[in-house]
């Protein structure tokens, strides 16, 4: 782990989560930061400032952990765990007093000292979810895009991450999905109505970013690579 990494370690992330010193984001986030979060997608510390007041809202407490790091150039890649009490609404899911163990992936861009981009996603939503599933609430809303297994967004932070590991390659959360039924066999048409109904053509975009990232021309080549890296098991 190099100095600036362990840095936004323990002098940002931590105090941030653990601590509450919201008043950090201004100081490691610049003022056109994109940030993606489980909860918004906005620009700034008040976008990433307003995510996290919303977690701290439903859950008042929540202990994070850092499990991995990995840097690579301008870009570090955070894989966590959190335990959290759910003590207020999020989602519309009143709140429910129960304990939670969350997983989650967070990537930070840099420029210089200060992240530029900041891009996370966790299985919050699935886990609260699954709850009210467990408890006799209702299923899954419609709207929500996730499967329907309550370890589906946790695989799928560890299937990016074991990627960066491995390859140095940074899919996004749908481009592993698109990643997963290409390598099952499913035709584009397939895979477009397996995710939700989305067009053959954003999957055909999909499958050339893929192929773009890690730098191959065809469909065998990247099975090859993956094989060599260990990955494909991941898949199939």
């Known amino acids: 782990m190099s100095k600036k990494t362990d840095e936004l370690a323990q002098h940002f992330i931590l105090p941030l989560w653990n601590d509450r010193k919201l008043d950090l984001i201004e100081r490691y986030i610049t003022p056109h930061a994109e940030i993606r979060t489980t909860f918004l997608t906005g620009t700034g510390p008040e976008a990433l400032k307003h995510s996290i007041e919303q977690t701290f809202i439903a859950f008042p407490i929540f202990k994070l952990s850092l499990e991995e790091i990995i840097q690579q150039g301008n870009r570090v890649t955070f894989k966590w765990s959190a335990y959290a009490e759910h003590k207020g609404s999020i989602l519309n899911i009143k709140p429910s007093g129960k304990g939670m163990t969350f997983h989650g992936i967070a990537f930070g861009e840099l ?64 481009e592993v999905e698109c990643l997963y039924f290409w390598l099952k066999g499913y035709s584009i048409k397939e895979t477009a109505r397996q995710l939700g109904g989305i067009s053959s053509k954003t999957i055909q975009v999909f499958r050339d970013k893929i192929r773009k990232k890690f730098n191959v021309n065809s469909y065998r080549t990247l099975v090859d690579l993956l094989q060599k890296n260990g990955l494909l098991s991941l898949f199939l």
């Open 111 to 174: 420029e210089g000292d200060l992240i530029a981009r900041y891009d996370s996603h966790s299985d919050i939503p699935q886990t609260l979810y699954a709850n009210l599933e467990h408890s006799g609430g209702p299923l899954f809303p419609p709207e929500a895009v996730l499967l329907d297994h309550e370890n589906y967004e946790k695989e799928l932070s560890e299937v990016i991450f074991a990627i960066i590991k491995s390859t140095d390659v940074q899919l996004t959360r749908r």
